[in-house]
């Protein structure tokens, strides 16, 4: 008997061991959460998901716990010899319980969650900056529609791609366009993906207060390049953002490239 | 356990060592159960070597274990053959055997059409692998978006223009499957076994087919539609075309299909629990109406796989609220199982192993799913490692564990002998902790950025993770190994069954290990959902005093 109260001990001491190990450990890919977020849509998703995780822990817990219980209580050798177990075929009121709460659980989070997504998840029509990004095998390109300048993002797989540079403290309306097959655009850290898809637009926007650099993805298998598909978002503040800008239209000048469109 | 040995009928003595010629034209639900969990069984071998595969390229950045061209097949190949050859079609085959004798029939209503429909299946996988003798395999994922699988992208190569024949044939063979499971149950009961006394597992096996019946349909005509646009050139999903109605079309179908992969596996714990518990089924009726609860959500969620694709934020609410409600049946299902063990008398074998196992770990699935269904969420999560995590713990997690625990629970009754418990230990616990360790820091890299289906990656941060997956992948592939030698030994020296090892509730326990052709001489009286308990307690008050059981 108390050899399987140690062993029990032993294993629950064991799992909480490990969980301190992971949330402690600093090495990369083992993040609990997605990375800080830089752009207010970003900071609402990332508030949704710890908003999610309390009731989700909670079950997870609790469940995980009665199951533990059963497996460790109710087993033949840890009951009477000759134990009948109760039969009984079901408790109307039990049942009735453990259908309206996780009832309750996800109208709740599902109102919060459908909240966000009105607050964030519509065209917005009070940018500040217009950029059109269509996707193809294998990059971006980012037509800044205000300045007439294009960025070429051809994906490399080391990601040491030419960045798509945003102004800081400035509201940018981001268009996708596909241009062959299904693309997503996905930079971790400032929101969710957007898909370009050939045939219409598709918006999302992002507002950046700080300056730094951040890297993302294709998200969506469009071919044997896929995993080229790399992303580069700079935000310069606005002085920087001109200067880079005026040097974009004299460079533009002359190469092949193509701005207006 | 070997109680008493009835005499068999000597004609079914050598089931398994019949000639060809039988095998291939035999209408018995029986064989042809046995046939659809072998090809499973054979093409879980086979996506799992693909698996292995794709996990040896992810080990470590920037290898080149295989270019990227043959890992988009190869990741293609691993879900269509794990999703269509493996789960299904074996789901398929223990339903063929167990569903006939559960409910007293002698065989399904139109054998005729089960051979058919059990042909089909070869036909339909080995389709599928002439793509990589034909210029290469589908590489667009198991989901073959539009127009990624358009003509203008796949210039040379036959390999969407197989798999989209090849689940057309599979659609039609899981169609005919379906119609006959529900009129083989709805004509062929046995006196006394109304509705309300059917089994769970046969309650699933009701639900399961509904969902085929209507979503294989669709499914069927996505293909279709796909094959008039790359060899007509009709314009349906192409660039110039609708591609995100193919999305539609696919889910309608894709959804659906992961509870066609996991209702019957429910219907197995439903089954599996009360036997080793000692108790009856804890509300029996709230399992039959989470089940339809289950089948009518599933049809209504489809577009939850699109959140990115740029719906209408209100069409995108209801679908999250739609995704959100299957939670609540699945719940109750749950408490369900959890109150039907509580204070019972639980024998620890190994199929309760793996039930227990596979409630651990489905409630992982359960409540990543939350988190998916939540829009904003999941434009974070969508395509990236957290869903490949998700759908593994739901998918391996869930109907592996499920499928495991039907091995080790039916495998006496099909072959007449135990699966070894011994290795049948080894077995679970090296496959808990293999799916955990390849699965659960999944999550986290996708929540650090990393999207699924790429070849390859050059962040040296997802270095140490992807190599503690890979290990523990192989891992899983060892305990898989051991499931087929103890499936090999025990089949030709297992230890004798006899009809009802466990000392069970339902009618496929009744008759004789493997049963005979005809599977009852005489369907026992069905007076409740647990027929054969009764019969066994009537037996116990008859010869009262025996106090020590032979």
């Known amino acids: ?261 | 356990m070997a109680t008493t040995v009835l005499p068999r009928p000597k004609a079914y003595d050598d089931t398994f060592f019949k000639p060809i010629s039988i095998w291939l034209t035999t209408t018995d639900h029986k064989l042809i159960g046995i046939m659809y969990m072998v090809t499973g069984v054979l093409s879980f071998v086979i996506g799992g070597i693909f698996a292995l595969i794709i996990r040896l390229q992810l080990s470590q950045p920037n290898l080149k274990i295989v270019d990227p061209e043959t890992y988009n097949q190869l990741i293609s190949a691993h879900g269509v053959t794990m999703i269509f050859f493996f789960v299904t079609i074996f789901l398929t085959g223990i339903a063929n055997y167990m569903v006939p004798i559960m409910i007293g029939a002698r065989d399904m209503a139109f054998p005729r059409v089960n051979l058919l429909g059990f042909w089909l299946v070869p036909v339909s996988i080995l389709l599928y692998y002439m793509g990589f003798f034909t210029g290469g395999a589908l590489d667009a994922g198991w989901t073959g978006y539009a127009p990624l699988t358009e003509k203008a992208y796949q210039a040379k190569s036959l390999g969407v223009d197989f798999w989209a024949l090849s689940i057309i044939v599979w659609a039609i063979s899981g169609i005919m499957a379906s119609t006959n499971f529900l009129t083989t149950i709805v004509a062929l009961r046995a006196p006394g076994m109304k509705f309300s006394r059917l089994p769970l597992f046969v309650w699933a096996q009701i639900s399961t087919s509904i969902l085929l019946l209507v979503v294989g349909a669709p499914l069927a005509a996505a293909m279709i539609l796909l094959e008039f646009d790359r060899q007509l050139g009709t314009q349906f999903f192409t660039t110039a075309g609708r591609p995100v109605l193919y999305q539609h079309l696919f889910w309608f179908f894709g959804h659906p299909e992961v509870y066609i992969m996991i209702l019957p596996g429910f219907g197995m714990i439903s089954e599996i629990i009360p036997v080793f518990a000692r108790k009856p089924l804890f509300g029996y009726m709230s399992m039959v109406a989470a089940l339809f609860g289950i089948v009518f959500l599933s049809m209504t969620v489809w577009a939850h796989h699109m959140f990115t694709v740029g719906m209408n934020v209100w069409v995108e609410g209801f679908f999250m609220l739609m995704t959100m409600l299957i939670a609540v049946p699945t719940g109750i299902k749950f408490f369900n199982w959890i109150a039907t063990a509580w204070r019972g008398s639980i024998e620890f074998t190994v199929p309760m192993k793996f039930v227990f196992g596979f409630m651990a770990t489905f409630l992982i699935g359960g409540l990543t799913g939350i988190y998916l269904a939540s829009v904003p969420v999941d434009t974070q999560l969508h395509q990236s490692y957290y869903v490949v995590a998700h759908l593994h713990y739901v998918l391996f997690g869930g109907s592996v564990f499920t499928i495991m625990a039907g091995i080790y629970y039916w495998f006496p009754k099909i072959t007449g002998r135990m699966l070894g418990r011994t290795l049948g230990e080894w077995n679970f616990w090296t496959l808990f902790i293999g799916f955990n360790g390849t699965f659960l820091i999944m999550h986290t890299l996708g929540l650090e950025g990393m999207p699924r289906r790429i070849a390859t990656y050059a962040n040296e941060a997802w270095a140490a993770t992807n190599l503690i997956i890979t290990i523990s992948s192989f891992l899983i592939a060892f305990s898989i190994s051991l499931l087929l030698i103890n499936i090999v030994r025990s089949w030709r020296s297992g230890e004798p069954a006899g009809d009802d090892p466990w000392k069970a509730n339902t009618l496929e326990w009744a008759t004789s290990s493997p049963p005979p052709p005809y599977n009852f001489e005489r369907v026992p009286p069905v007076r409740s959902f647990m027929p054969l308990r009764d019969l066994r307690e009537a037996a116990e008050l008859a010869e009262e005093p025996s106090p020590v059981p032979v």
């Open chain 1, 1 to 261: 008997m108390t050899a399987r109260v140690i062993r029990v001990l032993l294993t629950i001491a064991g799992l909480a061991a490990l969980a301190i190990a992971l949330s402690a450990c600093d090495i990369g890919g083992l993040s609990p959460i997605f990375p800080n977020p830089v752009s207010p849509n970003g900071q609402d998703i990332y508030n949704a998901y710890l908003g999610i995780s309390v009731p989700a822990i909670i079950i997870f817990i609790g469940v995980e716990a009665a199951l533990l219980w059963v497996i460790l209580r109710y087993r033949r050798s840890r009951q009477p010899v000759g134990y009948k177990p109760p039969q009984m075929h079901g408790n109307t009121r039990l049942e009735i319980v453990w259908t309206v709460i996780p009832l309750i659980i996800v109208l709740a989070i599902a109102g919060y969650s459908f909240n966000t997504l009105l607050k964030d998840f519509q065209p917005i029509t009070n940018q500040q900056l217009d950029v059109t990004v269509k996707g193809h095998q294998f990059g971006w390109v980012y037509d800044y529609l205000q300045y007439g300048i294009t960025v070429d993002q051809e994906g490399t797989l080391a990601g040491d791609v030419t960045p798509f540079v945003v102004p800081t403290h400035t509201l940018v309306k981001l268009r996708f366009q596909g241009t062959d097959v299904i693309h997503s655009w996905w930079v971790p850290a400032i929101s969710g993906k957007t898909d370009a898809v050939p045939g219409y637009d598709n918006f999302s926007w992002l507002k950046i207060d700080q300056v730094g650099k951040w890297r993302g993805e294709c998200a969506e298998l469009c071919g044997s390049g896929h995993a080229t598909m790399q992303i580069i978002v700079q935000s310069m503040d606005m002085a920087d953002f001109n200067n880079w800008v005026a040097q974009q239209k004299s460079a533009g000048a002359s190469p092949s490239a193509s701005p207006n469109t």
